[in-house]
C-alpha cells in the first residue's frame, strides 16, 4: 500500500506576472481555458494546477514552469533584483 | 470549458446565506412530512395546522434546493464540460461525500425507526403514504445532497 500523500503546497508567481502584463483574472482565465475563480484559487495558493495546466499558464506567459511554479516559497521579487547574497544560501 | 459565459451566470451566495439554505433544503422535507404523519398521530397536531405547516416547509425546502442549486452556475449538476479541473475536483468530491452522508443518514434512520416506536410505546405503522414519503423524500435529498454539499463547503470568494 503506498504511503499517504503529504499535502504539498505550490507556490506561483501568478499575482505578480499577471499584474506585470495588467491582465485581469478573466483575461488570464479565458487565455488557459479555466474559469476566472480558478485563477483567484490558484493565487491564494488554495489550489494547485495540474501540470497541463501549469504548463499552459507557463505558455502564456512565455516563461519556464520553474519560473512561475515552485514548491518552495518564492524569493521576494525585490530580494532577488538588489540582494548582494543570495536568498536561502545560509549565509 | 465556456469560462466567459460561466462567469457571467455565476450566482454568487455569502456563505452565512448559502449554509443555512443547504440546512433547510437537507431537513425541511422531513420536517414537512413529521407534520403530516407523527406529529398529527402522535403529538396531536390539527390536521389544518400540520397540513398547512408542512406544504409551507415543502415550499421554503424547494425555494432552498434552487438556491443552491443555482449556487456558481450549478458547479454540484454540471457536465465535465462546463467546468475547469478544479470545478470537476469540488463537484466529485461533493458526489463521494454525498454517497457517504446518505448511506450514513440512511442507516441512522432505519435504526431509529426500530427504536423510537419501542421507546415511546407506541407503533409505527408502515402505511403506503408513509414508504411513498419515504421514497419521495430519499429522491428528492439525493438530487439536491451534491448541491448542499457544495454550497456548505465552498468559501466566499476573496479578492
Known sequence: ?91 | MDSTRAAASDIELPRRIRRPLAVVAMVGYPAAVFCWTIGQTWLGLPPAIGGLAGLALILVTLFAMWRIYEFRSHLAQAPDAQLDERQVQIRDRAYLDSYRIFVGVTLVALVVAGLVPGILGRPLTLTFDLVNWFVMGAVLISLALPSAVVAWREPDLAD
Open chain 1, 1 to 91: 500500500m503506498p504511503a499517504p500523500r503529504p499535502d504539498i503546497r505550490i507556490h506561483n508567481r501568478l499575482a505578480v506576472l499577471r499584474a506585470e502584463r495588467g491582465m485581469s483574472r478573466q483575461e488570464l482565465a479565458d487565455s488557459v481555458g479555466v474559469n476566472y475563480q480558478t485563477i483567484g484559487y490558484l493565487e491564494r495558493g488554495d489550489y494547485n494546477p495540474s501540470l497541463a495546466l501549469a504548463f499552459q499558464i507557463a505558455a502564456h506567459f512565455e516563461l519556464p514552469i520553474e519560473a512561475i511554479f515552485s514548491p518552495e516559497p518564492f524569493a521576494p521579487m525585490s530580494a532577488a533584483l538588489y540582494s548582494t547574497t543570495r536568498v536561502g544560501a545560509g549565509a
